[in-house]
């Protein structure tokens, strides 16, 4: 039976709305590059399982950033991903920095840009050094608002300047550079002056902003919610609220209630049943309590399996390129 949402649209539309040209191309590319292993196969059999790993999130495993960022159901399946293969990392309560876990990122997505962990991170830690330790949770949720509604949040960042500077707030804003968030870093007002800008005004803003952003925002109703409850506020305060809302967690639908956020009994499942199968793993990964944290050097091969799939870059961020040395001296 067709939902009432497809009932509602045209054709055009609801493909447009669930990006199907954009898989469909995605797919016909990968056909392309890889038709000699496909023909053992068949196309038929190639399609029906790419479309699987669409529908299961996993068909961002591995991919470029570009793909990943590419549309919004992409956007939450590397979410999901993320919090299902490191949620041991919060488990286990491990803290770690904003390099630790943006090298995390990177076994998912080789190419993942710096600067968007670094924002994530900003949220958590407002006026804190950027090497300041992190848990698992505070940077998931921080992550996931900026990650997933990256080109919103730009515009509301170059709204909030133009507010603090006075400016028409029913102008037209367009951002002109993606490091523009960067400059709205929590700061002190000076004397006499209130920090922040006025959250009624903020939100008249937000909502024509809201109006024009209809896949990429948090619900118009819930950003309401949020500014309701102050009269000031800056624009890493609006952040951290929206990360902290229960209500848009579960609006976009990638992740948990944070209650939850450390159970996921299938995955559970699932890795006991594959370690099961390999004995030596076993063994390593149960010979010290820190083993169980750290994530495979080369990723298994998961979801679209005809995509050639760059090379993992390293996790170690003190080695800088010097293993080859270290080999060739033991030589």
């Known amino acids: 039976m067709l939902s009432p949402e497809r009932l509602a649209l045209p054709d055009y539309e609801y493909l447009a709305q669930r990006h199907v040209l954009t898989y469909v191309e995605d797919a016909v590319c990968q056909l392309l590059e890889n038709k000699e292993d496909i023909s053992q196969y068949g196309i038929a059999r190639f399609f029906t399982e790419y479309f699987n790993s669409v529908c299961q999130g996993t068909h961002i495993l591995f991919r470029e950033f570009s793909f990943i960022q590419a549309t919004p159901h992409n956007r939450a399946s590397f979410l999901r991903a993320f919090w299902r293969c490191f949620r041991t990392v919060g488990k286990n309560g491990d803290l770690l920095t904003m390099r630790e876990y943006h090298c995390l990122l990177q076994l998912l997505c ?9 924002k994530a ?11 300041c330790l992190m848990s698992f949770s505070d940077f998931l949720f921080a992550f996931q608002i900026q990650f997933y509604y990256s080109e919103f949040l730009e515009s509301v960042a170059a709204i909030y300047q133009d507010l603090l500077s006075g400016k028409n707030p029913n102008t037209v804003i367009v951002p002109t550079s993606s490091s523009g968030q960067h400059r709205h870093r929590p700061s002190t007002g000076e004397a006499g002056t209130p920090e922040g800008v006025e959250a009624s005004l903020f939100y008249q803003c937000l909502e024509n902003l809201c109006d024009r952003h209809k896949y990429s925002c948090p619900p118009p ?22 990360s902290k809302h229960h209500g848009i967690n579960q609006a976009l639908g990638a992740l948990p209630d ?30 010290g309590p820190e083993a169980s944290y750290l994530p495979p050097r080369t990723p298994p091969r998961v979801g679209s399996p005809w995509r050639p799939l760059h090379h993992a870059r390293k996790v170690d961020g003190e080695s800088d390129g010097s293993t080859e040395e270290t080999d060739e001296s033991e030589t």
């Open 258 to 287: 944070k209650g939850d956020l450390m159970h996921d009994p299938a995955m559970d499942e699932e890795l006991e049943r594959l370690l099961a199968q390999i004995p030596g793993l076993v063994t390593s990964v149960t010979a």
């Open 221 to 242: 109703a819930l950003v309401k919610e949020v500014l309701s409850n102050v009269q000031r506020l800056t624009f890493y305060g609006f952040l951290v609220a929206l």
């Open 110 to 118: 080789p190419d993942f840009p710096l600067e968007l962990t670094q």
């Open 121 to 131: 991170a900003r949220i958590v830690l407002m006026d804190d050094a950027m090497d």
